[in-house]
């Protein structure tokens, strides 16, 4: 073998590996993007099925809607402590809770409050979508729907985008209330 063809078969065996290298990287970085975007999505359809599940019981809206259609960044709502349990009629005031979905300190939370706190001021918090995905939240009654249907959108910002993605996040939905009419 040539010093010629040493040289020729050094520089073919560089730029192979140098190709394997960077497929390897590029591969990697699209498995964490996708994997990123996951977490994002059971982010998303764990706080809307959240949501779902603890607004079935609600018997008494802190933050109303006008009958007219409104959006807010925030909801504020009375309803079972045990959300498997439901029972609007039950007397006993220590088995409801106030609860409140909104942004604080960039994190989508859910607070839940004592039975005589209706402006939910203080409780315990639960993150439901982490800041890092740079949460949004509306809630909106629309003009002419019945009054105990509430819309809801959900927005997260990926920071990983994989090809061909979008940066933006969204799950939209419906919630119905079912012994209360949010509209007033």
Same mark, same amino acid.
């Given at each position: 073998m040539t010093l010629i063809e040493l040289i020729i078969a050094l520089i /073919?065996? $560089?730029?192979?590996?140098?190709?394997?290298? %960077? $497929?390897? @990287? %590029? %591969?990697m970085d699209q498995v964490q993007s996708n994997i990123e975007?996951?977490?994002? *999505?059971? &982010?998303?359809s764990y706080t809307m099925e959240d949501m779902?599940?603890?607004?079935? !019981?609600?018997?008494?809206?802190?933050?109303? %809607? !006008?009958?007219?259609?409104?959006?807010?960044?925030e909801l504020i709502f009375k309803g079972?402590?045990? /959300? *498997?349990?439901v029972n609007p009629d039950n007397p006993d @005031?220590?088995?409801?809770s106030w609860y409140k979905y909104y942004l604080n300190n960039g994190d989508m939370?859910?607070?839940t409050c004592g039975p005589m706190? $209706?402006?939910?001021s203080t409780g315990s918090e639960e993150v439901l979508i982490d800041k890092i995905y740079n949460p949004t939240v509306s809630f909106a009654y629309n003009s002419g729907e019945s009054p105990s249907l509430l819309r809801v959108k959900?927005?997260? &910002?990926?920071n990983k985008v994989p090809l061909g993605a979008d940066k933006e996040i969204t799950k939209e939905g419906a919630i119905r209330f079912w012994f209360i009419d949010i509209a007033k």
């Open positions: /073919i065996m $560089s730029g192979v590996i140098l190709f394997i290298s %960077f $497929s390897v @990287v %590029f %591969f975007r996951s977490n994002i *999505y059971t &982010q998303l779902k599940m603890r607004c079935v !019981s609600a018997i008494d809206i802190g933050s109303s %809607f !006008s009958a007219g259609g409104e959006e807010k960044p079972e402590t045990d /959300i *498997y349990n @005031v220590n088995s409801k939370v859910i607070k706190d $209706s402006t939910c959900l927005t997260a &910002q990926s």
